[in-house]
């Protein structure tokens, strides 16, 4: 079976980012971009599919700048087989998104799609559960366990008070949570497989998607800093500052 | 405006991040009305009905909804979504799963995470694990489709008398179906509602370590939590994840063991009123948002504070 893998170009995880003097967003100049880790673990888990011999195919989509095609290629050179990348003007809504992956899934038939639970720069957490209704199919979110077997997927899910496991009829969306599995680096000889696997390019009128976002945001600002406090030297002044202090035991 | 709110529950109790929502969705300035889906939820339904300033409860029980699976969910908001202005819900795990189908399906952005409401539809979130805020006006005439962080409202009260009004349940589309729960099991309270949270990080070096934070849990009546750290080495279950993907958590009391501080993890527990870091490291980030700091080997201050603490009759 076919496995669609969509992913995202964000802001590395380790990097401080910072807000911009006019509020009007985050400063992206000269920053490190990314994988969103989330979907690199999608991109992994459709690897083991295929390794299993489950998957036939791997195809690794991103909604993107141009730049997004760099991210495609790491997909690639993990493992997946070709990309398709929709270039975009500007940051698109995850409603969007999902139905420009709605078509795209339409028009390729795979009989799953996993994708990262959110994505770290807008913390959204909406493309996965948005895809699965828009295909009238089932969702699998925060998946910490994948077993397809037949027609079925049976998937781990982590929740609020521990796991709760769902079985899916295929075709299904699963989306990804930290524990699925841990990504592979992408070996030299792969990276220099990755630059000759297929990259399609299209955009969003070529699916008939309106990427217009529906929200306006009027200001991105900084969050109130907290202030660090002092230091206590032992046990003891540490009880006695919480208690007479603070106020909080 | 007409308002819905999807309760949290475990068909046996409301959850209070149903009541801390609440206080979002009046906040939008119209009657509410609580959904409670379910199985064997009447006693469910009887508490959200007595949250000050709910208009009505809509009780749907149904064998389907038992486990709360998106797909029938989703179904059931969507049906009843037509008579409303905005849907809410808290951004649970459960929230989190149902609510984007219900944007999707009535073809509008949702707006994740709220931690306030500026007017009747400007809204503000956090992005980039909080490190920014961003402020998003809806489009005028649209449904809304919202998530609430519930850390950041206060709960509504108990002192409503609304009226609790039973729905069929909706068509299921029959795409999943529930196998197995496997929830944590503790007396301790609830990661997320407790007044004190005591976590630990990859200093704690194995999961037997976590009972030395459990006897100090024990004092405080705290729960204990931890860093992704510590989860994925295996120390504790997932459900004790403290940060920007795991549990956002906002307690009188904050006491962080052998945890670093990254921003990953600041993101879940940078808005409780005190934090207190323990580290044998001084330069540990932590240090950086902590009221009170120590720094000292855990395995020694952690049994000493424990102590000092049976000492003074906790």
């Known amino acids: ?216 945001v009027l200001k991105v600002s900084e969050p109130p800093k907290r202030k660090g406090g002092v230091k206590v030297k032992t046990v003891q002044e540490l009880v006695e500052k919480l208690k007479n202090e603070a106020g909080v035991i | 405006m007409a308002v819905l709110l999807v309760a949290e529950h475990d068909n046996k109790s409301l959850k209070d991040a149903t009541g801390k929502a609440l206080s979002a969705a009046l906040a939008l300035g119209g009657p509410v009305d609580v959904l409670v889906a379910g199985q064997g939820a009447r006693g469910v339904a009887d508490a959200a009905a007595k949250l000050k300033g709910v208009s009505k409860v809509i009780l749907a029980d149904d064998a389907q909804y038992a486990n709360q699976l998106a797909e029938t969910m989703a179904t059931l908001i969507v049906e009843l979504a037509g008579k409303y202005d905005a849907v809410l819900s808290p951004a649970s795990t459960s929230g989190k799963n149902f609510m984007p189908r219900v944007a999707a399906a009535l073809d509008v952005a949702q707006i994740s995470e709220i931690v306030s409401v500026d007017g009747p539809d400007t809204f503000t979130r956090p992005i980039y694990a909080g490190n920014a805020l961003q402020q998003v006006q809806a489009p005028a005439g649209a449904k809304k489709v919202i998530t609430v962080r519930s850390t950041a409202f206060k709960a509504a009260e108990a002192t409503g008398t609304a009226s609790v009004e039973t729905v069929g349940a909706a068509k299921n589309p029959g795409l999943s179906e529930f196998v197995k729960d496997e929830l944590s099991k503790s007396e301790r309270p609830e990661l997320a509602a407790a007044r004190v949270v005591v976590s630990g990080g990859r200093g704690m070096q194995s999961g037997d370590n976590f009972h030395l934070l459990e006897k100090v849990a024990d004092r405080l009546k705290a729960a204990v939590g931890a860093s992704r750290a510590a989860v994925d080495a295996g120390f504790v279950p997932n459900d004790y994840q403290v940060g920007q993907t795991g549990k956002v958590v906002a307690p009188e009391l904050y006491i962080a063991v052998g945890i670093s501080g990254a921003i990953q993890h600041l993101a879940g527990m940078k808005d409780s009123k005190v934090i207190v870091a323990i580290n044998k490291d001084e330069e540990a980030p932590i240090f950086q948002v902590a009221d009170y700091g120590l720094v000292a080997d855990l395995f020694k201050a952690v049994p000493e504070l424990e102590e000092e603490l049976k000492k003074q009759g906790y």
């Not at chain 1, 037949?150 to 899916?168: F, M």
């Open chain 1, 1 to 216: 079976m076919k496995v669609l893998v969509p992913i995202k170009r964000v802001v590395d995880y380790n990097v401080k980012i910072r807000v911009k003097a006019d509020n009007t967003g985050v400063d992206l100049a000269n920053v490190k971009m990314s994988m969103n880790p989330f979907d690199e673990i999608g991109v992994e888990e459709a690897i083991r599919l295929k390794e299993k011999g489950v998957a036939t195919e791997i195809i690794a989509v991103s909604v993107g700048p141009k730049e997004a095609t760099e991210t495609i290629r790491t997909a690639l050179a993990m493992g997946a087989d070709r990309g398709i990348l929709v270039t975009v003007p500007h940051e698109v809504e995850p409603l969007a998104v999902a139905k420009i992956i709605a078509a795209i899934a339409k028009a390729e038939g795979p009989q799953l799609i996993i994708t990262g639970k959110q994505a770290i720069d807008d913390d959204c957490n909406q493309t996965g559960q948005m895809l699965a209704q828009l295909l009238g199919w089932a969702q699998g979110t925060f998946a910490s366990k994948v077993a397809i077997d037949g027609g079925k997927a049976d998937v781990t899910r982590e929740v609020d008070g521990g796991l709760q496991t769902v079985k899916l009829s295929l075709p299904a969306v699963v989306s990804t949570d930290l524990r699925l599995n841990e990504p592979r680096y992408a070996s030299l000889p792969n990276i220099m497989k990755a630059k000759k696997k297929p990259i399609d390019e299209k955009t969003p009128a070529d699916y008939g998607v309106d990427v217009t976002p529906r929200l306006k």
